[in-house]
């Protein structure tokens, strides 16, 4: 079967790579692709994502048997509504559907229909009564653009002060877009630490993937400004069965369900993110699609074949693999390298050195994101996020060090990353010991020890 990757992210190399693993597994066409998944063995084709006409005709001429649309932006304007329609098969969900992404005013309100546990909030259309709103707030908020803004529509501010500017900044200066800030959500900042949960979807059948845990601020420490993603581990130890089996509750299922009996059926990957508050877990976003970089360590561990996945999911069969979805035991450890300056402004061009190398290094992968070939053959950089790291090892600690065994490998011009992926996971504390036997009073005790005398 010929598949179709649509994008040209570390996601996108990663799906690319699984899923030529397949042995039903044809020509797989990646559009635009980066240089990792045409040395992984795909055939890029320079379409952009936003092309739909074109992407539909390229894909019905090289009779595709599937299409995996990797970003949100091409789901949002309607490509899998628009493929279907000409009888292609799509992973992804409808643009209705992928409100849930597409809209925070959208997704909010779902949550609030649905009794989905999220952060309180208010919805304005106009600056005025917002910035009443929150002259009475409570410290810190967060105040979001309703649209797609790449990550970047979300302010957390400390005071009166910087919500009026967040306010200005999304309505008035239209700083991320005039449709993103048509509408703002105001609601209370949480406290925690944050899980990337992701699910399977497909007409009533959910099916959880093993929680992952992303790195949003570009510094150590979780310092600095937000990203696209740092970096990723899985299986995250936060996500134990008992929570994703309540998010399944309390999250996936009213969530939807919602979607079913409103008409815009969701279909594809759900991922909620959602923040461990001392109050329970609390959805902070829903996705519409794979994460990035999630997906490169959640793939490495995957054993079971993704073609056939993906595809009894726009088929609508994905009971079928109820309980029977194979999981590597090892954790696997996702380091994302950033061109100098990400995730402000960046150069391009610069030849990479030690992929190779970092490669045949035993459990290694390292996915391609903003990479292309240059006139010379070499591999340049090509974006902000360059590559991502991936490596399996017998324990967290394991993985976590080969993935920088790799890192230390490669190199390129202004190249910086985090050094502390997974020490979330890796510094928690240990679970609480049983606690020692109180200690007797003294009469009892017998001379030179503690234990009681016997009898
Ligand atoms: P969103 O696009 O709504 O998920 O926001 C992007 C990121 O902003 C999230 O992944 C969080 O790190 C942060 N964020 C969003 N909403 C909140 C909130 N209510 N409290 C704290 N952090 C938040
Ligand atoms: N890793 C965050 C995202 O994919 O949105």
Same mark, same amino acid.
């Given at each position: ?5 649509? =994008?040209?992210g570390?996601r996108?190399h +990663?799906l690319v790579?699984?899923l030529r ?5 044809g ?8 240089a990792?998944?045409a ?7 320079? /379409? ?11 894909a ?9 649309? !990797?970003?949100?932006?091409p789901?949002?304007?309607? %490509? ?9 098969k ?9 409100r849930?992404e597409?809209?925070?005013v959208?997704?909010k ?8 546990? #999220? ?9 005025? @009564?917002?910035?009443t ?8 908020v967060v105040?979001?653009?309703d ?7 979300v302010?957390v501010c ?12 999304i ?5 991320? !877009?005039?449709?993103?800030g048509?509408? /703002?959500?105001v ?5 925690g630490?944050? %899980?990337?949960?992701l ?9 959880p ?9 570009? &510094?150590?420490?979780? $310092? ?6 740092m =970096? ?6 936060? !996500?134990?069965? $008992? %929570?994703?089996?309540?998010?399944e509750?309390?999250?996936?299922v @009213?969530?939807?369900h #919602? ?7 969701? &279909? ?8 461990? #508050?001392? &109050? ?5 976003e829903?996705?519409?699609?794979f ?5 490169? @360590? ?7 074949d ?5 595809? +009894?999911?726009a ?8 309980? $029977? ?10 380091v ?5 300056g ?9 030849? /990479?050195d ?7 290094l035993? !459990?290694?992968k390292v996915?391609? +994101? ?6 010379r ?7 902000g996020?360059?590559?991502?790291v991936?490596?399996? =090892?017998?324990?967290?600690a ?8 790799a890192?230390?490998l490669? =190199?390129?011009?202004?190249?910086h990353y985090?050094?502390? /992926? ?8 240990p ?7 109180? $200690?007797?009073?003294?009469k009892?005790?017998r ?9």
């Amino acid at each position: 079967m010929n598949i179709l990757v649509v =994008g040209k992210g570390g996601r996108e190399h +990663a799906l690319v790579w699984k899923l030529r693993q397949s042995p039903r597994a044809g020509t797989v066409f990646c559009t635009p692709g980066n240089a990792g998944t045409a040395r992984d063995g795909a055939t890029n084709v320079a /379409i952009e994502p936003g092309e739909t006409d074109r992407l539909t005709r390229f894909a019905v001429r090289e009779q595709v048997g599937l299409v995996v649309i !990797g970003p949100e932006d091409p789901l949002a304007g309607g %490509l899998a509504d628009f493929m279907r329609a000409r009888g292609l098969k799509v992973f992804g969900p409808s643009k209705d559907a992928a409100r849930v992404e597409g809209s925070k005013v959208f997704a909010k309100e779902l949550m609030r229909h649905a009794d989905v546990p #999220t952060a309180d909030f208010q919805v304005f259309d106009h600056p005025a @009564p917002a910035r009443t709103y929150v002259e009475t707030r409570d410290y810190p908020v967060v105040v979001k653009a309703d649209g797609l803004a790449a990550g970047k529509g979300v302010v957390v501010c400390r005071d009166n002060a910087e919500a009026l500017q967040a306010i200005r900044r999304i309505m008035t200066d239209e700083e991320f !877009g005039k449709t993103a800030g048509r509408k /703002i959500v105001v609601e209370k900042r949480l406290d925690g630490e944050e %899980l990337s949960v992701l699910a399977l979807v497909s007409g009533r059948t959910i099916l959880p993937l093993p929680a992952c845990q992303d790195h949003k601020a570009a &510094q150590d420490g979780d $310092k600095g400004p937000n990203t696209g993603g740092m =970096g990723a581990y899985c299986p995250a130890p936060a !996500g134990t069965p $008992k %929570l994703l089996a309540d998010l399944e509750e309390a999250v996936f299922v @009213p969530t939807v369900h #919602t979607m079913k009996r409103g008409r815009y059926p969701f &279909q594809g990957v759900l991922y909620a993110g959602v923040m461990l #508050t001392n &109050q329970g877990p609390r959805v902070l976003e829903f996705n519409c699609r794979f994460g990035d970089p999630e997906t490169q @360590p959640l793939l490495m561990r995957l054993k079971t074949d993704l073609l056939d996945l993906l595809e +009894a999911v726009a088929d609508e069969r994905l009971h079928e693999f109820d309980g $029977k979805v194979e999981w590597d035991p090892r954790p696997a450890v996702c380091v994302v390298l950033c061109s100098g300056g990400y995730p402000g402004k960046y150069e391009t061009g610069k030849p /990479i050195d030690g992929i190779a190398a970092a490669d045949a290094l035993p !459990g290694v992968k390292v996915f391609h +994101a903003g990479t292309r070939v240059d006139d010379r053959d070499r591999v340049v950089t090509d974006g902000g996020r360059v590559l991502g790291v991936t490596a399996l =090892g017998d324990d967290l600690a394991a993985a976590k060090a080969r993935a920088y065994e790799a890192v230390r490998l490669i =190199g390129f011009a202004g190249m910086h990353y985090r050094t502390d /992926i997974a020490d979330k996971a890796l510094k928690a504390k240990p679970p609480a010991l049983p606690a020692e036997p109180p $200690k007797l009073p003294a009469k009892f005790r017998r001379p030179g020890g503690d234990k009681p005398a016997a009898g």
